[in-house]
């Protein structure tokens, strides 16, 4: 039996032969334990082991932790569960930034223009919602987004075949009839373009995917598509690059989803407006001498060689008394 002697502070001395059994060294914590009228000191790390131990006694069995593969593939699941919980969280709280922002400007600047939305396919069953933006709620998240590239000139020129039977005219009221008036200042060059109709898209699926933006709009003649890869808040691309498609929208996804997206507008166009259409219109793009609108009961799409004749042209049409001009004004 050791004994030790209790000094004015309350501070003992443990016996060297104790210390050395319990292997306590400078700066170890001990624990004392009253039990049945004794004091029991003991180190506290064995004594918290041997707690845990307790506590989890029967939990292998339990788990059927036989082997020390069963012990290492428990480790793994609890990990990969764990990453995917925080992806899952980081993710919700990208999506409450967004939809934070969608409903802070609606409510601000009291827009006309309305998030109305359709749903397209991407291919392999894989919906993708159409969200029509107005101009501030796109400019807001093209902040945190970057630039997609679809350098294909074969793909550039199906793009024309594709688009031969909607044409300006068809395609700019298909687009105003199903997601609002288009946006009059633009996100584009000015005399390039006579119409741009902005886009959030988000998926109906479990990839890791905050959305993307889009742009339909026309330039110098021929319809166009851009698209942008909006990022999480915690992670940081180089937005003065364009970036190839990313794996959680490929190219082919890309292409899946504008030509499905032609073929409704397409839809609408022959089931809504084709025979029912009756409001005269003209828009112009200037840099390549075209005009087209709707008079007279018909659609028209003219591009003219000639300056004077252009300008002849606009002139005859903007002398009708129905004439209700959207001409889009030079930007410098």
Not at 29 to 56: C, H, P, R, T, W
Not at 152 to 163: A, E, G, R, V
Not at 258 to 274: A, D, P, R, V
């Amino acid at each position: 039996m050791d004994l030790a002697k209790v000094m004015s502070d309350g501070q003992i001395t443990i016996p060297i032969n104790i210390r050395k059994k319990l292997n306590l060294k400078e700066g170890d914590k001990v624990a004392f334990i009253e039990k049945d009228g004794y004091i029991v000191l003991a180190d506290s790390v064995m004594l918290a082991l041997e707690q845990v131990q307790n506590a989890f006694q029967g939990e292998g069995e339990r788990l059927n932790l036989k082997t020390e593969e069963n012990v290492v593939n428990l480790v793994k699941e609890i990990r990969r569960e764990s990453l995917e919980e925080n992806k899952k969280n980081r993710f919700e709280k990208n999506y409450q930034y967004i939809d934070g922002i969608l409903k802070k400007l609606d409510i601000e600047l009291m827009y006309p223009i309305k998030n109305n939305s359709i749903t397209v396919s991407t291919g392999n069953d894989r919906p993708v919602h159409m969200i029509r933006l107005a101009r501030p709620q796109f400019l807001a998240l093209a902040k945190r987004a970057v630039m997609i590239e679809m350098n294909d000139f074969i793909w550039q020129m199906s793009l024309l075949n594709l688009h031969k039977k909607l044409l300006f005219s068809k395609m700019f009221v298909t687009l105003e009839d199903i997601f609002g008036p288009n946006d009059e200042q633009g996100i584009g060059e000015g005399y390039k373009c006579s119409f741009c109709f902005p886009f959030l898209l988000r998926f109906s699926d479990e990839r890791e995917n905050l959305g993307y933006l889009m742009i339909v709009h026309d330039l110098r003649g021929a319809i166009d598509y851009e698209f942008a890869k909006i990022i999480p808040i915690n992670e940081n691309l180089d937005r003065s690059k364009r970036y190839s498609p990313f794996e959680d929208f490929t190219k082919e996804e890309i292409k899946y989803m504008i030509k499905n997206c032609y073929g409704y507008l397409e839809g609408w166009f022959e089931g809504y407006l084709e025979r029912e259409y009756d409001s005269f219109f003209y828009k112009t793009v200037d840099s390549d001498l075209i005009v087209y609108g709707y008079k007279d009961g018909k659609f028209f799409d003219k591009s003219f060689d000639d300056q004077d004749e252009y300008n002849e042209f606009i002139k005859l049409i903007s002398t009708s008394d129905e004439v209700k001009h959207e001409r889009s004004e030079r930007v410098d």
